[in-house]
């Protein structure tokens, strides 16, 4: 399995553009969340997604982010307008039923995408 | 808002064991102790999680104390390749993982 594939793995942009952040999940997974990790603020859950439905966006930072899931495979995180202070590493996670056995199970990482916005 | 506190840097000399502690007092009884570690650059990593009892896999084991209070992650003969911020959290039922600062973990040759 490739695990979850994330892209662009680099993305630097101008104050104003749009971003569009993908992420691949494991197949088979049935849950996939969007984290920002900053120096400042660590590594934060922005939302997550059960079998493509949005459970939890409590943590997306304002209504400039939006996250869609249309289909198993493949999520997209938006930023309009983008701003200097949104600069961080994006990961996207996923996770699937039974692979652990307890409490919930473990998730798996991609790579991240490093978003500079200047 | 994490709900551990973990000391915020430890070194290990290689090939000796690693002992990372979490403490996790207002832990509730639904709750999991899961441990992850970042290896610079990378997404973070599952290593291992636990309730009640102690739990060992390839990675590592976890050693919780009987009142659940506090853990221990074990890496028992630690390598340069096991230097990476590792996190201690407390999970319930729900996918809410709320990841503290975390353990820098510098093993030294």
């Known amino acids: 399995d490739a695990g979850v594939i994330q892209s662009p793995r680099h993305e630097v942009t101008e104050m104003g553009q749009e971003v569009t952040l993908r992420c691949k999940p494991i197949?088979?997974?049935?849950?996939l969340f969007w984290y920002r990790q900053t120096m400042m603020r660590g590594l934060e859950l922005l939302i997550y997604?059960?079998?493509?439905?949005?459970?939890?966006d409590s943590g997306m930072p304002e209504d400039r982010f939006s996250a869609k899931m249309p289909n198993a495979s493949f999520s997209t995180l938006k930023i309009q307008p983008s701003e200097p202070r949104d600069s961080a590493v994006y990961f996207c996670?996923?996770?699937?039923?039974?692979?652990?056995?307890?409490?919930?199970?473990?998730?798996?990482f991609g790579p991240g995408t490093r978003l500079t916005v200047l | 808002d994490a709900k551990t506190t973990q000391p915020p840097s430890m070194d290990c000399a290689e090939g000796r064991a690693a002992n990372l502690p979490c403490n996790h007092s207002?832990?509730?009884?639904?709750?999991?102790v899961y441990w992850y570690r970042q290896i610079h650059s990378q997404g973070p990593q599952y290593i291992i999680h636990?309730?009640?009892n102690n739990e060992t896999n390839e990675m590592a084991s976890l050693i919780i104390t009987e009142d659940r209070k506090s853990s221990t992650l074990i890496l028992p003969h630690a390598t340069l390749r096991d230097t990476a911020v590792y996190y201690c959290i407390v999970i319930n039922n729900n996918n809410d993982m709320r990841f503290g600062a975390g353990t820098r973990l510098t093993v030294k040759p």
């Open positions: 197949s088979g997974h049935n849950s």
């Open positions: 997604f059960n079998n493509n439905v949005p459970i939890d």
């Open positions: 636990g309730l009640k």
């Open positions: 207002t832990i509730s009884g639904n709750e999991y």
């Open positions: 996670a996923s996770s699937g039923s039974g692979t652990s056995g307890g409490g919930y199970n473990e998730q798996f």
